[in-house]
C-alpha cells in the first residue's frame, strides 16, 4: 500500500468515525433521559423524603436510570444511595412525567412509583442528599419541592395514575 492509498484509508476512517460520534453525541444530547422518583412508605406509613445539597429543596428520593438497568433495579438502586432504604416492593406506578421544563438541569422523563420500603434511613450519597426524614401524611413539607415532586405527590394522594 502507498502512502497516498494509506491516507486516504485513514481519512475515511476518520470520517466514519466522526459521523458515528456525531450521531452519538445526537442522540445523547437530543433525547430525554430516563430518570426514577420513589414515593417510599415505611412500614408505620410515613413517606420519606429526601433534601437535596444541590437546591435545599425537599424531595422524592430517585435518579436516572442506568445503561443496562431498568427501573426496578433503578428504584432499588436510587433508594439504597439515597436513603439507605430497602425496596420491599413497589405498589403501582404513580405516572410518567416528561414536560421539559421539569428537571432544571436536563431533558428527563420521569417514571414515579409508590414503594414500601425497610431498613435504617441513612445517607449514603453525601454528595447529593444532606437530610433524609420520615414525614407523616398529613404533616408533609408546605414549602415548593425540587423539580415537580409537588405534583407527583399531589397526583399520588389523588389516587392518579398521570402522564404529563
Known sequence: MNVLAFFTVAIQSTRSLWRFGQTVLGIIFRHPIPGTSIIPILPDGQIVLIRRRDNGRWALPGGMVD???????????????????????????????????????IHSICIVVEADVQGKMEIQDTLEVMEIQAFPLNSLPQECMSHDHNRQLEDYFNGLTTLA
Open 67 to 105: 445503561w443496562g438497568e431498568d427501573i426496578p433495579n433503578a428504584v432499588r438502586r436510587e433508594l439504597m444511595e439515597e436513603t439507605g432504604l430497602e425496596l420491599v416492593r413497589i405498589r403501582r406506578l404513580v405516572g410518567v412525567y416528561s414536560a421539559p421544563d421539569r428537571d432544571p438541569r
